[in-house]
């Protein structure tokens, strides 16, 4: 079920977007060859924690962490851990925050050091198929017009599409419905409101779309070792079009 906010509760969801928004600036600063995902965990925990808020991501369905680290092949859920990060990885880091019982969430990736061109290329893509599914959630269109965008200008430049995971609602739960596809057809779905609150977050490869899974049970890479990159916005949906909850 599909659940529509009214402008108190998107004002709520504001603030734990703006809080997101503010570690991921933080991150921006830190990022760097040497520093740990464990240790960017708890810059980002101590962050939200100071600004009255939860880590949204920390015990959720049993996730031991407060942000999602993911490093190279990595498409998502990648746990912290002590391992120093490298001049030319690239990191996604998924940030969730929950303000008066709602809830923010945002992916970046970032460059640590000098990356690869082809890196620099697919990080561009990524951010650019992200915009392109935010430009279509618009009254009137479809949930499926936003996979079909991003999917389409994806695949025309040979770059995989991740299916096992997707989009989502946000609002009281950190995952809401409807479910947000990154690939698709035009025209199909559910219809998109004013109203609804989603989580666009496409997740590119370099190669194959999919996935496997670590004996942990949560980190998900790519089955051919390829490199992903993923950026997501929370966004509600208004009269005038996409309104982005999760940006400074």
């Known amino acids: 079920m599909i659940i529509f906010k009214s402008a108190r509760e998107l004002a709520i969801m504001r603030e ?30 101590g962050y939200i924690r100071r600004k009255g808020a939860i880590p949204s991501f920390k015990g959720h369905h049993g996730f031991p962490a407060s942000i999602c680290a993911s490093v190279n092949d990595v498409i998502c859920h990648g746990i912290p851990n002590g391992q120093p990060l490298q001049d030319g990885d690239v990191i996604t880091i998924d940030i969730g925050a929950k303000v008066n019982g709602y809830h923010g969430d945002s992916a970046w990736s970032y ?14 893509v990524t951010k650019e198929c992200l915009f ?5 959630a618009q009254p009137g269109k479809r949930i499926g017009d936003i ?3 991003i999917q389409t200008y994806a695949e025309s430049l040979k770059y995989g599409v991740v299916r096992d ?27 998109i409101k004013a109203g609804m609150t989603i989580a666009i977050e496409p997740m590119i490869t370099m190669g194959r ?13 790519t089955i051919d070792g390829s490199i992903c990159v993923q950026y997501e916005h929370t966004l509600a949906v208004t009269k005038e079009g996409p309104v982005i909850l999760t940006q400074l």
């Not at 460059?111 to 561009?124: F, N, Q, R, T």
């Not at 609602?169 to 057809?185: A, C, F, K, T």
């Not at 999919?210 to 998900?220: E, F, L, N, R, S």
């Open 132 to 136: 392109l599914g935010i430009e279509q």
């Open 165 to 191: 995971f997707c989009g989502h609602g946000v609002g009281r739960e950190l995952w809401e419905d409807p479910e947000i596809p990154h690939y698709g057809h035009a025209g199909k779905g559910a219809p």
């Open 16 to 45: 734990a977007g703006l809080i997101v928004a503010e570690c991921h600036a933080l991150l921006g600063e830190r990022i760097k060859a040497g520093v740990s995902t464990l240790e960017l965990d708890e810059l980002v925990e």
């Open 111 to 124: 460059a640590v050091g000098e990356v690869s061109p082809e890196i620099e290329k697919l990080m561009k």
């Open 147 to 149: 996979g079909h965008v």
């Open 209 to 221: 779309w999919q996935v496997k899974t670590d004996p942990d049970g949560w980190t998900a890479r």
